[in-house]
């Protein structure tokens, strides 16, 4: 089974800053992997798919690159509505299945 | 509007079965993959299985194979799933979710997600 490592699994940054999240997988998979972000009390929101494609409707400062097994998700100047845990997802071909990363809290310093 | 209503969520005691309904509409169902996906109280995501558009295929999670059944009406927009020998670890806050692919695979892009029914194994 590919095993999904995030990090880091919180954060507190300020108002403006950049925020960078990593997700390494366990083995090649290509590009094979999709961001989410999910506020308490709600369902979680697709913001990255295919490691890089922002999902329609979603603002531009939020990013997602890499490919293999090492991929990154940016928000390039944290706003306050961005308070949220964010997930990696990574799936397989063979046998179809997906997995989600551990998770990271993002906090307003 | 395009919307996931999940039903059927329910305190149960391990060993129980329990039949989870997520009603679609806004979209038109029967063109897409469709996921269950589960959150345990204060936990990550975890997913659960999937159905291809058709009905066709299914694939599982290992914590849950043999034990649940996923399935579909297209007929109805409707999608289920069922779940047998429950566990104490299978409580958890159930979603259903689109898949972004247009009926042909499955890209585990979820995007639209229900409100999740909340299912509690418990003696």
């Known amino acids: 089974d590919i095993q999904m490592t995030q990090s880091p699994s919180s954060l507190s940054a300020s108002v403006g800053d950049r925020v960078t999240i990593t997700c390494q997988a366990s083995?090649?998979?290509?590009?094979?992997l999709n961001w989410y972000q999910q506020k308490p009390g709600k369902a979680p929101k697709l913001l990255i798919y295919?490691?890089?494609n922002l999902e329609t409707g979603v603002p531009s400062r939020f990013s997602g690159s890499g490919s293999g097994t090492d991929f990154t998700f940016t928000i390039s100047s944290l706003q306050p509505e961005d308070i949220a845990t964010y997930y990696c997802q990574q799936y397989d071909n063979l046998p179809l299945r997906g997995t989600f990363g551990q998770g990271t809290k993002v906090e307003i310093k | 509007e395009v919307q996931l209503v999940e039903s059927g969520g329910v305190v149960v005691q391990p060993g129980g079965s329990l039949r989870l309904s997520c009603a679609a509409s806004g979209f038109t169902f029967d063109d897409y993959t469709m996921h269950w996906v589960r959150q345990a109280p204060g936990k990550g995501l975890e997913w659960v299985s999937l159905?291809?558009?058709?009905?066709?295929?299914?694939y599982y999670a290992d914590s849950v194979k043999g034990r649940f059944t996923i399935s579909r009406d297209n007929s109805k927009n409707s999608l289920y799933l069922q779940m047998n020998s429950l566990r104490t670890e299978d409580t958890a806050l159930y979603y259903c979710a689109k898949d972004r692919a247009h009926i042909v695979g499955a890209t585990f892009a979820f995007d639209i997600w229900g409100q999740g029914t909340m299912v509690t194994v418990s003696s």
């Open positions: 295919d490691a890089s």
């Open positions: 159905i291809s558009w058709d009905g066709g295929s299914t």
């Open positions: 083995q090649d998979i290509s590009n094979y």
